[in-house]
């Protein structure tokens, strides 16, 4: 299997989609922060507590980029809670090694990749930022990238921070803009494909009813009630989505895949409304289509890839 490298920017979701990757037996080789959820300090803190309440002081994190290209950053603690976790309880000790080096460290794996004649597959799931400053300081290491999986965009132009951008894209348009200009094959989970995958608020309640309260638990656990509570917030119910989650369990498993379209997509970078709109072309105008949109996924194999992730055994229970 392929060296997998998991770029994040440490919210709540996030967090799901890192415990999916480990209970499915596929923890990454390497994690790469960045801002975006909250700030960067917060992710990569956020990331290295994933990483001890599932027993893995081993897995190498270093920190990126704590800024857009050319923008101001935004976060987004109003989903994510002001901790970006939604204040789950977790345990003070960070042993993994911790470096401040992402963009650097992501080349240098590329390129390895590429001397080894391998490659490395991507899993993105927040703004674009370290590929993009990968990229534009070497260029040619996205030879070394096998498939590059990203949760971010629209397929239909309906945004969640604007009315046509998602938050992901939104956070960088630039660095979106390199990264789709980029000769890689990438994989689009867009928002609207997330937003129709999700899970009843009970039933969440049942699987864990039928698990031990261990801190893994009581942590995966206080992820979904956050999730579940902003949706309730928006007058949405109760339920909870699969956005990154989405997206790892597309690496996991790229059968879970069920409809999909390829396209050229492009990034709108003008200041006003559609500022950070993915633009998307199936008919080749734009240029060669290099994207495939995921359009809809299997659920009930999303849901049981989110049970298998809460049921986890961590190494040291
Ligand atoms: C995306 O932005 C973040 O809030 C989530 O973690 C996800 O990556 C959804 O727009
Ligand atoms: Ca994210």
């Not at 809670?81 to 470096?99: E, K, Q, S």
């Not at 630039?174 to 129709?196: K, L, Q, S, Y």
């Not at 039933?203 to 656990?221: C, I, M, T």
């Not at 119910?237 to 997206?247: C, I, N, Q, T, W």
Request: charged letters at 20%; hydrophobic letters at 45%.
């Amino acid at each position: 299997e392929r060296k997998l490298i998991l770029d994040t920017d440490g919210g709540v979701d996030d967090a799901q989609a890192l415990l999916m990757l480990i209970a499915a037996g596929r923890t990454p080789d390497l994690i790469t922060t960045v801002f975006g959820n909250v700030d960067l300090t917060a992710a990569t803190r956020n990331i290295l507590s994933v990483l001890a309440v599932a027993g893995k002081p081993e897995v190498p994190v270093q920190m990126g980029a704590d800024r857009p290209l050319a923008q101001p950053a935004i976060d987004a603690t109003n989903i994510h809670g002001a901790d970006g976790l939604g204040g789950a309880p977790r345990p003070a000790t960070i042993p993994n090694p911790v470096g401040r080096d992402g963009v650097r460290v992501l080349i240098a794996t590329l390129q390895e990749a590429t001397e080894k004649g391998e490659k490395v597959d991507l899993l993105m799931i927040g703004p674009l930022t370290n590929l993009a400053l990968a990229i534009r300081q070497a260029p040619q290491c996205v030879e070394g990238v096998g498939q590059l999986t990203m949760m971010g965009g629209t397929i239909h132009g309906r945004g969640n921070i604007t009315p046509a951008a998602e938050f992901n894209i939104f956070s960088d348009p630039e660095a979106a803009a390199v990264v789709f200009g980029a000769d890689i094959e990438i994989i689009m989970v867009p928002w609207e494909t997330c937003m129709t995958q999700k899970i009843e608020g009970p039933e969440v309640d049942q699987f864990f009813a039928a698990l031990p309260d261990g801190p893994y638990q009581v942590f995966s656990h206080a992820l979904a009630h956050h999730a579940r509570s902003v949706i309730k917030g928006f007058g949405g119910g109760d339920h909870m989505r699969f956005v990154d989650p989405l997206a790892a369990a597309v690496v996991i498993n790229r059968t879970i895949v069920t409809k999909s379209q390829q396209a050229c997509v492009e990034v709108a970078l003008s200041p006003g409304v559609t500022r950070a709109m993915t633009v998307i072309d199936p008919t080749g105008r734009l240029g060669t289509p290099n994207v495939s949109l995921v359009e809809n996924a299997d659920l009930d194999r999303v849901i049981a890839l989110y049970q298998a992730s809460i049921a986890y055994d961590t190494p040291q229970t």
